[in-house]
């Protein structure tokens, strides 16, 4: 059981590029989220995917946008980076109602 | 909206020496309440949570927490630091029967001196 997985690991990008962050799980959860953590602020949630083939917005949803491919797979893409969005972007998921999140370790962004 | 509250940005205790961590939630029902613990370069991991019940929870590596109600708080403890607790800790509080989103406190570095 690998858990959730993330790649890659670290990446720079330049202002204006794009990229998309994978995120697997191999639990069978039926919920994944996007979170970012910023030194001082904690995580914020940027989306979240209750089950395969919704999405909705979290607290910091602006710049990003999220596909939920299929039961394992939750992508969050950014179209045009911009320095703001500089971060640690974390992926979660469980089961559903009441069940603990399990995070992946992470992917650190980093944007010119 | 919930909201969560961590009032101590850095703890600095000794090895040995006992620790508590704050956490106070605004929220008008009981909420489900959460800690994890981030080691450097890491994920986060659960250390305990409360749903319902008793009010002091047992979780993982000698942690414990109590729900007061009264005092709108999830405070965190462990009689005994070890260096190796030295890490980030995160309270998070969830609206019970709500969608299940945990909202997470702005965490506190615990430093552990030898």
């Known amino acids: 059981n690998a858990g959730v997985t993330q790649t890659p690991k670290f990446q720079v990008l330049k202002t204006g590029q794009s990229m998309t962050l994978q995120c697997a799980q191999d639990m069978n959860h039926n919920s994944m989220y996007w979170y970012r953590q910023d030194p001082g602020m904690g995580l914020r949630l940027i989306y979240y995917s209750a089950s395969e083939g919704t999405t909705d917005k979290g607290e910091v949803p602006n710049g990003y946008n999220v596909s939920r491919l299929n039961k394992r797979e939750f992508s969050l893409r950014l179209e045009s980076a911009a320095p703001s969005q500089t971060s640690v972007y974390f992926c979660a998921s469980n089961r559903g109602h009441q069940d603990t999140q399990y995070f992946g370790p992470g992917t650190r962004l980093t944007v010119l | ?114």
Not at chain 2, 75 to 101: M, Q, T
Request: hydrophobic share 35%; net charge neutral; with cysteine.
């Open chain 2, 1 to 114: 909206a919930q909201s969560v509250t961590q009032p101590d940005i850095h703890i600095t205790v000794s090895e040995g020496a006992s620790l508590e961590l704050r956490c106070n939630y605004s929220y008008g029902a009981t909420p489900y309440l959460f800690w994890y613990v981030q080691s450097p370069g890491q994920g986060l991991q659960l250390l305990l949570k409360y749903f319902s019940g008793d009010t002091l929870v047992q979780g993982i590596k000698g942690f414990e927490a109590e729900f007061k109600r009264s005092q709108s708080s999830f405070n965190l403890r462990k009689p005994s630091v070890h260096w190796s607790d030295a890490a980030e800790y995160f309270c998070a509080v969830a609206l019970s029967g709500g969608s299940y989103i945990p909202t997470f406190g702005r965490g506190t570095s615990l430093i552990v001196h030898p």
